[in-house]
């Protein structure tokens, strides 16, 4: 079983016990189920299935029906071989031409099969396609909703030092009632309190920010309410093998680059096809008829079928294909150079992500001593100042140190929160 660090528990504010609960799973299952761009990506991988087709290749018969009907009016002024002259002016006739031919291409090259099977690399590619859109949604779904937990936890931070400033405030209060206490400390603990409320509500414009980009990637309405109640768990057994191996071997952006290659190559191949001879067998069956007023044949009818045998050999063209061949080959060549620039930035970005989500697990252990330390120090010396051993600045200042303290811990576990899945992102390992 894998382990996990659970670094913070975040405390939902007041104010929200209506809101619609949301957790990590719902989110991704209504995003994938709602994502438009994933829907754009079904839609272009059904488009690549229907043309996954031997027929589309050029591999299947073709079978058509022609027909004519012609009537015509014309003078006709005509001297037979035997001397006789045949005059008439409006005389009619009527052509009638009817037939169905089929065609098959027997040989070409093989440019049938490489289309073929650059046809089903096509659909190969369009499900790698979708396959990267899914984990593009379900990163961004978790990078977003995670955030949204920070943003809560750092609102959680303040909402627990304007606690004590209402209770720095009521002790200044009692001690001005005996006499002990001066109007400035009042005043100066009032301010404080107003000015860590508008720091609050400005964190909480913040979380309302967050949810409605959540929302967006739900593709939801951005103005529901919704509740999210989390942890920052971060997974600590990942390695830098295990994601750089997964990356070579399951990353559907450098697999689709592998099936471009391919897809170049069969092109390469088909263009090569062209400078082939092309053999082809026709069958059909043909109807004729004339009729005319006037002239050497009054009538004329035939009718039967037919079979033949064609050939094409490409002899010289203005060294076209050729030309076509060599442009395709260095295609396939600028593929595979893509694939490497791929395999480049993509083990590059998981190194860098890497080297940040160890450092960052480093800090938050320090992190988590410093945010307790820091509320143990806030607490004693609220205790001081009620003693009167110490004063309002100092007390002010433990509250900076303390919301400061959490303000860097909830930022260093989301940022190795970030980087993991950012990781697994790269890896295909995220979990949906």
Sequence with gaps: ?????????????AGIAQQQQLDLPQAIRIALKNSLDIQLAKNDLEANTIFNNYGVAGGLPLVQATGTDVAQSSN???????????????????????GVGASVLVYNGQ????????LATLEQMSKKDLDSMIINVVANVELTYYDIVRQQSYAATLQKSIDVSQQKLDIV?????????????????????????????????????????????????PDSSIQIRDTIIVDRKLSLDTVLSSLQLHNPRLLAADLQIKVNELTERETAAQRYPSLSVNAGYDYNR???????????????????????????????YKRQQQVASIA??????????????????????????TINLQQVATAVDNYNLSYRLLTLVLQRFQLGQATIIDVKTAQQSFE????????LTYAAKAAEIQLKSLANMLDY
């Design 290 to 320: 004339t009729e005319a007023g006037a002239g050497n044949v009054l009538f004329n009818q035939n009718n039967g079928p037919y079979v033949g045998a064609g050939i094409t050999i490409p002899i010289f063209n203005g060294t076209i």
């Design 76 to 98: 006709v002024n005509q001297k037979l071989s035997t001397g006789t002259i045949i005059k008439r002016n409006g005389s009619s006739t009527n052509t009638l031409n009817t």
């Design 173 to 221: 209060k009692a001690k001005r009632d005996v006499g002990m206490s001066n109007d400035a400390d009042l005043f100066q603990a009032q301010v404080d309190i107003n000015t860590q409320q508008q720091a609050l509500q400005s964190q909480q414009l913040v979380i309302n920010q967050d949810k409605t980009a959540l929302l967006r990637l739900l593709t939801l309405n």
């Design 111 to 118: 440019r049938i099969v490489a289309t073929k099977k650059r």
């Design 404 to 411: 400061n303290a959490g303000y860097l811990l909830v930022n």
């Design 332 to 357: 396939t060549y600028n593929a595979k150079i893509e694939k490497d620039i791929f395999t480049r930035d993509y083990t590059a970005n998981a190194v860098k992500l890497w080297q940040a989500y």
């Design 1 to 13: 079983m894998m382990k996990k660090t659970l670094f913070l528990l975040l405390l939902p504010l």
